[in-house]
């Protein structure tokens, strides 16, 4: 008797660690050294920090001939190295990738890991990509890929999955969405609407380009798009909403009011919307060195164009499945997704306590000023006191003399 053991292939499951609350990395080797990579779907190249980025781990190919000089950028920021094709592992599997060792690094300094890996549509169209080399060696079934990001930091509990998607890591059943001629995971919607309590309001009434964006952190909108939301906001939820300035990133702040915020809603199609509720789109409330209480909101203007990218802060909520065979994408709500009806808040209240601190020691100080000026004080009414004490004894006097030399004198003759 034979007995015929037939290995179903499947999928191809990496855990991902969520590095600054923003970024996810995934682990691959080169040069028997390990690398932490952003996994970026909105970049086409594979990228490492090399030998002139000042960092303690750096990429260097051995051995590797060249392929072509590099300058590639960004929204986040640009980059410039040499590329090479360098034998990579992978989940203990081994196959070629294209990686670019940087010489030049602009704006990504910041980023605690060694680098990027691009899972963008034009670089999963290329002929040697990282999914088609696990297809060729049958270790996916289909050349698709989804991503479920878990909250937490510094975990390693987030998933990208190669191969067709799981169903245990949704709710309900994934929507399916075509994708537009572009090299960007990038979809038609049909509007955007800021719903309140008494009314909805349209961010935008026709029809809205939405990319999804695993590389950005926030929720990218026009400039026309950002004034407007803060005029919505201010005008008709009476947040006292303003743009800041911050790394050359304009961001909008808000007055802290549980109760005003509106939720946003993403409509894919008649049949389709996507929810943000505030605690989504909120990323914390503070407070500053007035103490007032303030709330930065995930939205970020970009110029020169009028796209809604939805990065970190809504592929958290919504589990994403990417599928590069059929151009589409499928979207439901993540299992992971947990948020509450509650704000999250800053960790960091350095500038509650700075202003604390600052009041206290005015307070001190009041208090230090008002002593001095009490003892100044009473120091001079009794100096004034001793004086007039002196002077009236002196005029006693002069009115006893007086009266001794009166009395004194001979009388007038007659």
């Known amino acids: 008797m034979i007995i015929l053991i037939i290995s179903i292939v499947t999928c191809l499951q990496i855990n991902m660690t969520n590095l600054q609350d923003n970024y996810y990395s995934l682990p691959i080797q080169a040069n028997n050294i390990t690398y932490n990579l952003v996994v970026d779907t909105g970049i086409a190249e594979t990228w490492i920090f090399g030998k002139n980025s000042n960092r303690k781990k750096y990429y260097e190919c051995q051995k590797c001939i060249p392929k072509n000089i590099e300058i590639q950028e960004y929204a986040q920021g640009k980059i410039?190295?040499?590329?090479?094709?360098?034998?990579?592992?992978?989940?203990?599997?081994?196959?070629?990738?294209?990686?670019?060792?940087?010489?030049?690094?602009?704006?990504?300094?910041l980023i605690i890991a060694d680098g990027a890996i691009g899972f963008s549509k034009l670089q999963l169209s290329k002929e040697k990509n990282l999914l088609k080399n696990l297809y060729d060696l049958k270790v996916i079934d289909e050349i698709q890929f989804g991503l479920l990001l878990n909250e937490q930091n510094c975990q390693s509990t987030s998933i990208l999955i190669l191969g067709k998607p799981i169903k245990n890591y949704y709710i309900n059943e994934l929507y399916y969405v075509k994708t537009l001629d572009s090299s960007l995971w990038m979809i038609q919607g049909k509007s955007v609407e800021i719903v309140g309590k008494n009314n909805k309001l349209e961010l935008e009434s026709s029809s809205q380009i939405i990319v999804f964006d695993s590389g950005l952190s926030k929720i990218l909108i026009s400039k026309y798009?950002?004034?407007?939301?803060?005029?919505?906001?201010?005008?008709?939820?009476?947040?006292?909403?303003?743009?800041?300035?911050?790394?050359?990133?304009?961001?909008?702040?808000?007055?802290?009011?549980?109760?005003?915020?509106?939720?946003?809603?993403?409509?894919?199609?008649?049949?389709?919307?996507?929810?943000?509720?505030?605690?989504d789109y909120?990323?914390?409330?503070?407070?500053?060195?007035?103490?007032?209480?303030?709330?930065?909101?995930?939205?970020?203007?970009?110029?020169?164009t009028?796209?809604?990218?939805?990065?970190?802060?809504f592929l958290q909520k919504y589990y994403i499945h990417y599928d590069i065979t059929k151009l589409q994408i499928g979207i439901a709500q993540s299992i992971y997704y947990q948020r509450h009806n509650q704000f999250k808040y800053n960790s960091n209240n350095s500038m509650l306590y700075f202003s604390l601190i600052l009041v206290l020691a005015l307070l001190i100080a009041i208090y230090i000023l008002l002593r001095m000026l009490l003892k100044k004080s009473i120091h001079l009414y009794l100096s004034?006191?001793?004086?007039?004490?002196?002077?009236?004894?002196?005029?006693?006097?002069?009115?006893?003399?007086l009266k001794t030399q009166s009395n004194n004198q001979p009388p007038l003759s007659s």
């Open 80 to 109: 410039s190295g040499v590329e090479y094709n360098q034998k990579i592992k992978i989940m203990n599997q081994s196959l070629y990738l294209n990686i670019i060792e940087t010489t030049k690094v602009e704006h990504f300094k």
């Open 225 to 279: 798009k950002f004034n407007k939301l803060i005029d919505i906001l201010n005008e008709n939820y009476n947040l006292n909403c303003y743009q800041e300035t911050s790394y050359q990133i304009n961001q909008i702040i808000c007055s802290y009011n549980e109760q005003q915020y509106p939720e946003v809603n993403i409509n894919i199609d008649t049949n389709f919307s996507l929810t943000l509720l505030p605690q």
């Open 282 to 304: 909120i990323e914390y409330c503070y407070y500053n060195y007035f103490l007032q209480h303030k709330c930065l909101l995930n939205f970020q203007q970009i110029d020169h």
């Open 306 to 313: 009028d796209v809604l990218v939805l990065g970190i802060v």
């Open 384 to 401: 004034v006191l001793e004086k007039s004490s002196s002077r009236s004894q002196e005029q006693e006097m002069e009115a006893i003399t």
